[in-house]
């Protein structure tokens, strides 16, 4: 029983341990994003990484999440007589969840597991050590424009998420349901609010900051060559997921 | 020459777990000198260059670059610390995702703002220097071989020229003749620069071309110290040894009976 204990406080203080890491190296790196000099050109080329090279993926999940989401409340709707909400349900999931979800999934995978590839790489062959040996701190060159391109290229990511969403629901819901598209597309405007669309921003810009920092974190802290270079990008996308459907659930109920 | 010794260290100690890999290291470097610091595998060289560097912060102990504390200094007063130094790393650590001459002005431009085009005429003149053609700093890093590589890390470390230069194990995984030309480099630019220079190594050949002087560190602690002309006599079972490359004295190695 007492081993049992022991075990269960080991891994618990190894918890907390590993919390306080992460923390530490988050509070760092925001402290520096803020304190010169800041690298325009390493920020812009990250937020186009980010941002334009993801846009085919994050655009084709968007789409067959809409148009998804438009059969199956159709078909769930209809048990109700209220297929006349389908647009209006569409609209709603795309903007304030599905959009920013299924957008910060998607880059965690793409972009997250990249950063983590890129800076353990750079830390199992003395890169990192080389930055500071040319007088130049790593946090500001590496995890500061990573975290900023991240923070400030998904609400733009989710934006057209949003409307690519509600553009796959239009198709199917005109095409196959039989709506009118005049009236489908009058429901989604009249309906649509500013703060279902903030909502999601908001929860983007916090979704890029996990995804950034998570793959900063587990690249830079990667140790033993090749394998601990995996072993990190597999950690900073399966933890960079879990904490956006965490904050996911922590952020819709603070804003709703 | 200045009394206050360049890099003076006291009592330096660092462990990782139970293990003591540096054990009150006390050991000065003099403005101008070479020393080459030899040790077998797992001795502790890296951990007290990286010491040194402010890469890792050690248990114990005193650094003082030209007089200068460098313990517990602040991240900007380290940055500025860094400016005196220049490193050539064991797999030469160069930047995959930048050209061979942006490699060798990164100092320049990102540690001391210089302009991308001046900075660019000095890292071709350092690539000369090397015996590198200006056609190669436009290649990627992993275009090139292990001596290239070398080399270029080499350019890098001069390129600032910085105050002190610190080479770990700068010929190791090249062939002999390579390996010369390296040595050839490093006490050229040394010499060229007046820099002052810490090199770690266990090649021998290396150690009696390049070192003023040489330090032996076994066990965590520095065991012998002098001029590289008395290292054949030096009265010490362990340098003895281990200049010699025998199986047989007093430092046994952990290996595992077959």
Redesign the interface.
Known sequence: MLDFLASVGRVFLAFLAAAGRLTLFALTAISYCVRPPIYLRLIGRQMVDIGYYSLPVVGLTAIFTGMVLALQTHSGFQRFSAESAVATVVMLSMTRELGPVIAALMVAGRIGAAIAA?IG??RV???I??L??????PYK?LVVPRIIAGTVTLPFLVLVADIIGVFGGFIVSTYKLGFNAAGYLGQTVDNLRTEDVVSGLIKAAVFGFIVALMGCYTGYHSRGGAQGVGAATTYAVVSASIMILLFDYILTSVLF | MSDIAKIAVRGLKKSFGRNLVLDGIDLDVAVGESLVVIGGSGSGKSVLVKCILGLMEPDAGSIKIDGQEVMGSSARERERTMQKFGMLFQGSALFDSLRVWENVAFGLIQGRGMERARAREIALEKLAAVGLGPEVGDLRPAELSGGMQKRVALARAIAAEPEIIIFDEPTTGLDPIMGDIINDLIIKCVRDLGATAVSITHDMASTRKIADRVAMIYKGRIIWHGPVASLEHSGNDCVDQFIHGRAEGPIKMEVRAL
């Open positions: 890129e790489t750079m062959t003395d890169q050590d080389a500071s040996t040319l007088a130049t701190n060159y």
